[in-house]
Nanobody, 117 residues
Framework: QVQLVESGGGLVQAGGSLRLSCAASGVIFEINAMGWYRQAPGKERELVAFITSTGTTNYANSVKGRFTISRDRVKNAVYLQMNSLKPEDTALYYC???????????WGQGTQVTVSS
């Protein structure tokens, strides 16, 4: 059973930084991509960033230049370095892994990020 466990969320002032971590366990097949999504109250879940098995990255326009995604393939882990945080970055952040030939999606339980103004 694949499990994703996130950590690193918290409360930070605007302009501050946080680093999110996510580790996947129980993985048998290849992880095609890992990424981060977020969901703010009253809004739909949105993509923040993802990184493929070849290292290709993609970011939401709202976080480009401020967030950096990275991956440790040996540890089956993904990280999100968040700098210059804004109040509008406040959300529940979810880790995602797309695994296997059928690109099945797996999700973590979410970690809360709150940015105060």
């Amino acid at each position: 059973q694949v499990q994703l466990v996130e950590s690193g969320g918290g409360l930070v002032q605007a302009g501050g930084s946080l680093r999110l971590s996510c580790a996947a366990s129980g993985v048998i097949f290849e992880i095609n991509a890992m990424g981060w999504y977020r969901q703010a109250p009253g809004k739909e879940r949105e993509l923040v960033a993802f990184i493929t098995s070849t290292g290709t990255t993609n970011y939401a326009n709202s976080v480009k230049g401020r967030f950096t995604i990275s991956r440790d393939r040996v540890k089956n882990a993904v990280y999100l370095q968040m700098n210059s945080l804004k109040p509008e970055d406040t959300a529940l952040y979810y880790c995602n892994a797309r695994i296997g030939v059928y690109h099945n999606d797996f999700w973590g339980q979410g970690t809360q990020v709150t940015v105060s103004s």
